[in-house]
């Protein structure tokens, strides 16, 4: 079964530096997600992209944060000049249809170690 | 705004035991209901989904059921295994997906 592949596993950044994480979507899909976890808290939406624009933001998702679609494959949310609270998982999904009658499909997220 | 709120915020049984997870949202005008697992330091395993229309789901020992009207839905699971520790995370669409902040279940050998 296709899946959505999230590298790296694990990022340890310096506090004020950029950060890329990056995500492949499933092949067919045309909707994309980012969301965060806090260590201990709730899954948290940051934005959704679509048509190569992005749908919808959270108030989480400041100017801080970007996401690109940079070719046909992979999905990139970018964190500039990271702080301490940066620090958590975070996971992308995909899925073909508006989130509304079809299910996302969860990457196994990426660690965000921020020192 | 639709919440999502999961009682018990974390359960511990015997294994061999019959379990049921709770899970309420305010706003009743959902298109789906999706439980999902996930593991320490893991990822989300989508578990069963259930469209409005329906009011049950079934996966081997698990089965989700969803009353839209009282605004709730249950996860039982059936003669619960060790295996079967992790977090459970009930989460509605709303444009994107609200997630509730789940139930740790740690099952006793």
């Not at chain 1, 201990?40 to 190569?52: D, M, R, T, W």
């Not at chain 2, 409005?52 to 059936?78: F, H, M, P, V, W």
């Amino acid at each position: 079964e296709p899946e959505v592949t999230q590298t790296p596993s694990h990022q340890v950044t310096q506090m004020g530096q950029e950060v890329i994480l990056r995500c492949v979507p499933i092949s067919n899909h045309l909707y994309f997600y980012w969301y965060r976890q806090i260590l201990g808290q709730k899954v948290e939406f940051l934005v959704s992209f679509y048509n190569n624009e992005i749908s919808e933001k959270s108030e989480i998702f400041d100017d801080q944060f970007s996401v690109e679609r940079p070719d046909g494959s992979n999905f990139t949310l970018k964190i500039r000049s990271t702080k301490l609270e940066d620090s958590a998982m975070y996971f992308c999904a995909s899925t073909w249809d508006r989130v509304a009658d079809q299910p996302q499909h969860f990457g196994d997220g990426t660690r965000l170690s921020i020192l | 705004k639709q919440e999502v709120t999961q009682i018990p915020a974390a359960l511990s049984v015997p294994e061999g035991e019959n379990l049921v997870l709770n899970c309420s949202f305010t706003d009743s005008a959902i298109y789906n209901l999706q439980w999902f697992r996930q593991d320490p330091g893991k990822g989300l395993t989508s578990l069963l989904l259930i469209q409005s229309s329906q009011r049950e789901q079934t996966s081997g020992r698990l089965n989700a059921s969803l009353d839209k009207s009282s605004g709730r839905s249950t996860l039982y699971i059936a003669a619960s295994q060790p295996g079967d520790s992790a977090t459970y995370l009930c989460a509605v669409p709303d444009d994107k997906i609200i997630f509730g902040k789940g139930t740790r279940l740690h099952i006793l050998p």
